[in-house]
């Protein structure tokens, strides 16, 4: 499709980094549109009645439920304009109203549910949607067999494993005489408050024990935690990582991060160890998480337990120091790689346009 145009569209949280991604990564023009969008939270460590008797959780759900409103009209809006042949729609609350939108313009639509668990926005979509991919074996899910197709979760090429020689200049790339063990930490494009405490609480005994640190805040999150964070020439500090992701991950030892399906299969591409922090508010996390924890693919640290003193640095140490676990933990997760995703969701798409 030679002459293809793509608009992505996202709420203002992710404005910097879509325009980022986008102009250092897309492959053809990419306009970037803005739309309001609101999230309906739900925490399942909480009782259903408990979370209607929180003023402030009921109050930001109704406001949300208007900025929703808003964004559909919005959205109706862009889509009028651009009159795309197919809308794609990944599954965050963002898609809900581009989505919505496309159901009234009666423009075909394409979802992605990338977690091992059906999200509340595909779930609501899945009902007008021409194709559903996901990210994990259809067993997973509810939605429509004769609709749905198990593709995995798309991840560049470059997210493959790394030789020692890839990785020792990896690490120099990124600031480090690559003679020491190195912790990649990230929270996700916004970041992530309770692995960033954690990190800092546990920077310097990481440091004194030999490993170096690369520290990726989230941009909201860099100015606090710059003001605190240790001046050691073994630890370093960044907003985001707009591009090289790969060559990041492939220059870790280990790898700590939330256990968003994306990120999980990019790990599980390039084949590297990892501690994951499911979000204690995001039960697609937990359930992702513990797929992998199953089969040792991978170390699960909950958000209360990372806030206890010693708990972070202890398992980090203990992972680093086990040279037969990394490799074994590499192999397994390495295993529910699928490089042709990318392709396979691509091809739902075009066959979307063609029908």
Request: glycine residues 8%.
């Amino acid at each position: 499709m030679p002459n293809v145009e793509v608009t992505f569209v996202c709420d203002k949280a992710f404005e910097h980094q879509a325009r980022g991604l986008m102009s250092e990564n897309a492959t053809v023009p990419v306009e970037v549109r803005v739309i309001n969008a609101g999230k309906f939270r739900r925490y399942s460590h909480l009782t259903k009645l408990r979370q209607m008797l929180m003023p402030k959780l009921v109050l930001a759900n109704l406001g949300d439920l208007f900025k929703t409103g808003a964004g559909v009209l919005q959205s109706v809006v862009i889509l009028s304009k651009f009159r795309p042949d197919v809308v794609f729609a990944k599954g965050g609350y963002v898609c809900l109203p581009i989505g919505v939108a496309a159901r009234i313009l009666n423009i075909p639509l394409v979802i992605h549910d990338s977690d091992t668990r059906p999200g509340l926005t595909n779930r609501v979509l899945a009902r007008w949607a021409l194709r559903i991919g996901t990210g994990a074996p259809l067993e997973n899910y509810d939605y429509p067999t004769n609709r749905s197709v198990y593709v995995g979760v798309p991840i560049a090429s470059t997210f493959r494993p790394y030789t020692a020689a890839e990785q020792l200049n990896a690490k120099k790339a990124l600031g480090f005489s690559g003679d020491k063990p190195l912790l990649v930490v990230t929270g996700g494009g916004l970041g992530a408050v309770t692995i960033n405490h954690a990190v800092l609480a546990s920077a310097q005994e990481l440091i004194d024990n030999g490993v170096d640190i690369y520290h990726v805040t989230g941009k909201k999150h860099y100015e606090v935690i710059s003001s605190q964070a240790p001046s050691d020439e073994h630890y370093k500090l960044v907003p985001f990582v707009f591009n090289k992701m790969a060559d990041t991950l492939g220059a870790a030892d280990v790898v700590v991060s939330r256990a968003s399906a994306t990120f999980i299969q990019e790990l599980a591409g390039i084949g590297k160890p990892a501690i994951l922090v499911p979000s204690r508010a995001l039960g697609d996390q937990r359930k992702n998480a513990a797929v992998y924890a199953a089969s040792d693919s991978a170390v699960v640290l909950t958000d209360d337990e990372i806030e206890k003193p010693g708990v972070f640095a202890s398992a980090t140490l203990d992972l680093l120091h086990d040279s037969t676990r990394r490799e074994a933990m590499s192999t397994n997760l390495h295993a529910y790689a699928r490089p042709d995703a990318a392709r396979d969701v691509a091809q739902l798409v075009v066959d979307a346009v063609r029908r």
